[in-house]
């Protein structure tokens, strides 16, 4: 059973960063694509970000591109969200997710694990 930590939330201003972090045990971390996804209070869970099992391919919601950055470090079991020039809109519960495939994915359908979520507020 593959077990997902999240951290690195927080409040922060606009424009501000947050990186996040995620960190797998259980399991072969390093043979499945990971994913970033949020939720806002009121809305559906929705995709942000994928990076396939060797970190060689990503791939981005178009309201992330160029602001945040997926990479992973299988040696470390962690996966990363970096996160730049945030917004306000921004602001939600941020989860990674196990994939059940290498390649990267951006259905929630396509995710086995999930771990438990961690808060990010940008305030304006």
């Known amino acids: 059973q593959v077990q997902l930590v999240e951290s690195g939330g927080g409040l922060v201003q606009a424009g501000g960063s947050l990186r996040l972090a995620c960190a797998a045990s259980?399991?072969?971390?390093?043979?499945?694509?990971m994913g970033w996804f949020r939720q806002a209070p009121g809305k559906e869970r929705e995709f942000v970000a994928t990076?396939?099992?060797?970190?060689?391919?990503?791939y981005y919601a178009d309201f992330v591109k160029g602001r945040f950055t997926i990479s992973r470090d299988n040696a470390k079991n962690t996966a990363y969200l970096q996160m730049n020039n945030l917004k306000s809109e921004d602001t939600a519960v941020y989860y990674c997710?196990?994939?059940?495939?290498?390649?990267?994915?951006?259905?929630?359908?396509?995710?086995?694990?999930w771990g438990q979520g961690t808060q990010v507020t940008v305030s304006s």
């Open positions: 997710a196990v994939s059940k495939f290498a390649h990267t994915t951006i259905h929630k359908a396509d995710y086995d694990y």
């Open positions: 259980g399991g072969n971390f390093g043979e499945y694509a």
């Open positions: 990076i396939n099992w060797s970190a060689i391919r990503t």
